[in-house]
């Protein structure tokens, strides 16, 4: 087995290729060891020192880091990875599911531009994101504003306020003329 590794936007995050599918349907954020009970997956990684969060994908396993240096983590993370997919072992325990969709806000009257948003975000935004070993949804949409949900490599990453500012919101604002702002939830 080969597990490719590539650099994320956020430097205290790691996206691993298992070369194979990992997440079926939607995306799971786990940010913490209790979270990560889970997955048997989350729980190697998480038994890892420094480890503090695991994001799936669908092809991608995104760590992240509390400090260190990723060439004393990364053999270990490889190692954690490599031994769940040889044991065979499920990705999620029987209980354990994707993250369910949060609940939406917005105003009836704005359903039109709300499903235009999402296509756009569904479209253009989630597989940008994606490549960056994150993702990003939508939640909602009130007097302008869009708000949005960041995951896996984007939460917390530094430039995921330029991400929001000048990308995401650019876009969005080019296409719908009522979006005004974008802000993470």
Not at 82 to 90: A, D, T
Not at 140 to 155: D, H, I, N, P, T
Not at 159 to 171: C, K, P, Q, V, Y
Request: a negative charge; charged letters at 25%; aromatic letters at 8%.
């Amino acid at each position: 087995m080969f597990i490719q590794t590539e650099a994320t936007p956020n430097p205290a995050t790691l996206k691993f290729l298992p070369g194979r599918a990992v997440l079926e349907d939607g995306t799971l954020d786990l940010r913490d060891a209790e979270a990560a009970a889970q997955s048997p997956l989350a729980e190697r990684l998480f038994a890892i020192p420094g480890v503090v969060g695991v994001f799936f994908g669908g092809d991608f396993i995104s760590v992240t880091k509390a400090g260190g240096d990723w060439q004393h983590l990364k053999p270990a993370i490889l190692g954690a990875i490599m031994e769940h997919y040889m044991s065979g072992s499920p990705l999620l325990r029987d209980e354990a599911g994707a993250d369910a969709a949060d609940d939406e806000f917005f105003d009836e009257a704005d359903s039109e531009t709300v499903e235009i948003i999402k296509e756009l975000i569904e479209t253009r935004v989630r597989p940008a994101v994606a490549n960056d070993g994150g993702d990003i949804t939508f939640r909602g949409f009130k007097e302008g504003v869009v708000y949005l949900s960041m995951r896996g490599a984007c939460s917390g990453c530094p430039s995921s306020t330029a991400t929001l500012r000048h990308g995401i919101e650019n876009l969005l604002r080019h296409y719908v003329p009522d979006v005004m702002e974008v802000r993470p939830v």
